[in-house]
């Protein structure tokens, strides 16, 4: 039976096809340069220096606070430099930038082998350890996520290799060629945490995938395929949790409450190489599409210049109009293509001049399509007239909080009202109030 989830909408496959049956392919570039707020959390200190001498995988920087985690060279080779620059922030981030001498010298690892007979009680820390953060686009830190409290229960760790966004087939090509560092990934966190069940959501436009990850199930204990419908936002943590167990995440809760912890596909083979192998977080499957001349499945050094990247898919095709870092739903719209990737960065889509283009909003038709769409239950016009009328009392009084920016409200809306895009702004001044002390719930 193929689960699914209440409300989502339908956009195109196309944009999946150009790079869908893509193999990964390494792509190395001679400079990397690499922030140290790439996950939620404060920046990372830099540890090292202009001039050092580092190996791959050698920790630059050093985790800052609880929700800190370290940040490792991506390269080896010489620090060229340590210094603020600009970067997705409002402020510069602190960045170590590192001249790559192509010799791969790794730092000294320390493997702790099988990741069904290995300590449980080491499993998280080692995770800490290899600087490992949501890889589907979250960032947050992988072992917070992981530190379930005493009275808290997880009965299903929830592998999501849904991938519902446009454009990206980086997990897609994960699952099909590396299924089994993913199934041991998945294996690990089970039993970090003590959980009987592990189940990886795939949806069903991806049988390919399906196939290669419950072959790589069979005889692995307590771990299984579901089948999901293909349909956007499956990948949301609400609704892959509601698609596969029927259970809701609380208002203004996390997973853990209703028993459930999600972790990205690319997640779990991050974990699986950082124990098995001892190699902490210094690469990524990233697509590379849209307008560019040879899109790709790029494994990538965590730090690579997306102007490089680029130029590796030979370069743009048309005169671009925009470019993200992810999908066409909830990506990230760069100012330029001169930054370098991060550890989240599971796309890069190149726009065309035409379909950057923000259309003029018409007058509301009252059709409640954005209504009817919404996986959360709310109601899109409402909140759209309270923040309009920046009546940010009311758009909190209607649970603009629980929005999780999907975008399928302004997909289907006929009137193309910029309704996401309100809700961001909305949620940031409510935030914003918070923080000043005022309530932000
Ligand atoms: S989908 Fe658009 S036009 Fe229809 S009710 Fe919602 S905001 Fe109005
Ligand atoms: S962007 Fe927010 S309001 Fe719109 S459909 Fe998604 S969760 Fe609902």
Avoid at 317 to 341: D, W, Y
Avoid at 416 to 438: D, N
Wanted: charged share 20%; proline share 6%.
């Amino acid at each position: 039976m193929k689960a699914t989830f209440h409300g989502g909408v339908h956009p195109a496959h196309s944009s999946k096809r150009p790079t869908q049956s893509l193999a990964i392919r390494d792509f190395v570039s001679d400079t990397v340069q690499i922030v140290m707020n790439m996950n939620i959390g404060a920046p990372s200190a830099p540890c090292v220096q202009k001039g050092d001498h580092v190996k791959l995988g050698q920790v630059i920087g050093e985790p800052v606070g609880f929700l800190g985690i370290p940040v490792h060279a991506s390269v080896s080779g010489e620090v060229v430099s340590v210094e603020p620059l600009p970067y997705l922030s409002e402020a510069p981030a602190m960045c170590v930038t590192i001249r790559n001498d192509f010799k791969d010298e790794w730092v000294e690892l320390h493997p702790l082998g099988n990741v069904e007979t290995v300590d449980p009680a080491l499993i998280i820390p080692a995770i800490k350890n290899a600087g490992i953060c949501g890889m589907g686009g979250a960032s947050f830190p992988t072992h917070v996520k992981l530190s379930i409290k005493p009275e808290q229960k997880c009965d299903y760790i929830l592998a999501n290799g849904a991938e519902c966004e446009t454009h990206l087939t980086a997990d897609h090509r994960l699952m099909l060629e590396n299924s089994t560092r993913i199934v041991d990934g998945l294996r690990a966190v089970m039993r970090a945490v003590g959980c009987p069940q592990g189940v990886i959501g795939i949806e069903d436009n991806k049988p390919d995938a399906i196939e290669a990850m419950e072959k790589a199930c069979q005889g692995r204990e307590g771990v299984r395929v579901q089948v999901l419908k293909t349909k956007y936002p499956q990948g949301g943590e609400k609704q892959l949790i509601e698609a596969i167990t029927g259970r809701q995440v609380p208002t203004g809760g996390l997973p853990i409450g209703c028993g459930c912890i999600v972790v990205n596909v690319g997640t779990c083979a991050a974990i699986a190489d950082a124990l098995i192998d001892g190699k902490p977080l210094v690469e990524r499957i990233t697509t590379v599409t849209g307008a560019v001349r040879n899109p790709a499945n790029l494994r990538l050094r965590i730090g690579t210049n997306v102007d490089d990247i680029i130029g590796e898919c030979g370069g743009y095709s048309v005169e671009p109009g925009k470019i993200f870092f992810g999908g066409a739903m909830t990506g990230l719209c760069l100012p330029h293509a001169n930054l370098p990737i991060a550890k989240s960065t599971n796309g890069i889509v190149v726009m065309t001049r035409e379909q950057a283009k923000t259309d003029e909003e018409d007058p509301c038709i009252r059709c409640g399509k954005c209504g009817e769409v919404c996986p959360i239950g709310l109601k899109p016009l409402k909140i759209k007239l309270a923040a309009d009328a920046d009546n940010i009392e009311a758009a909190k009084k209607l649970h603009v909080m629980d929005c999780t920016l999907c975008g399928s409200c302004s997909f289907i809306c006929p009137a193309r009202r910029h309704l996401t895009a309100a809700f961001k702004v909305a949620k940031q001044k409510i935030a914003a109030q918070a923080k000043k002390g005022g309530s932000g719930k």
